[in-house]
């Protein structure tokens, strides 16, 4: 849980699956701004993915999930994504399709999902 800087209350929930032993981890990733997934247009956007960015990066410290995964629907938190990406120390964007990788994908998981894979791994697929 976390507060915006005008004060609203945030929450950034980490979804993770139960795998087998020997099996791909995954955690989908979702935020939330007074439970208003879509972009609200109150503004403090740099500040809030700041802070989501930040406890993704304390999940992945504790936890080491071999996937990741977050949507955006709306083309502006789509590059905000896209960027966050690229800044994730021990993960890299899935190059091959993310189908025909054995792991139990989230519900509703389609071409607005973004997928990140630790990189120690990202050779066996």
Sequence with gaps: MFKTAD???????????????????????????????????????????????????????KNQPDFITFSAEEPSRQKLYSRMVTRMPGYQGVQTDPWAIPVQLPEGFD?????LVKSSIAGEL
Excluded: C
């Excluded at 935020?31 to 503004?43: L, P």
């Excluded at 956007?45 to 930040?54: M, P, R, W, Y």
């Excluded at 071409?111 to 997928?115: G, K, L, P, V, Y």
């Design 7 to 61: 004060g609203r209350p945030g929450i950034v929930k980490f979804d993770a699956d139960n795998p087998a032993p020997g099996d791909y981890s995954l955690v989908d990733v979702e935020f939330s701004i007074q439970d208003e997934f879509g972009v609200t247009g109150r503004g403090d956007a740099s500040g809030i993915f700041a802070t989501v960015h930040s406890a993704i990066k304390d999940y992945i410290a």
């Design 111 to 115: 071409e607005d999902t973004f997928m």
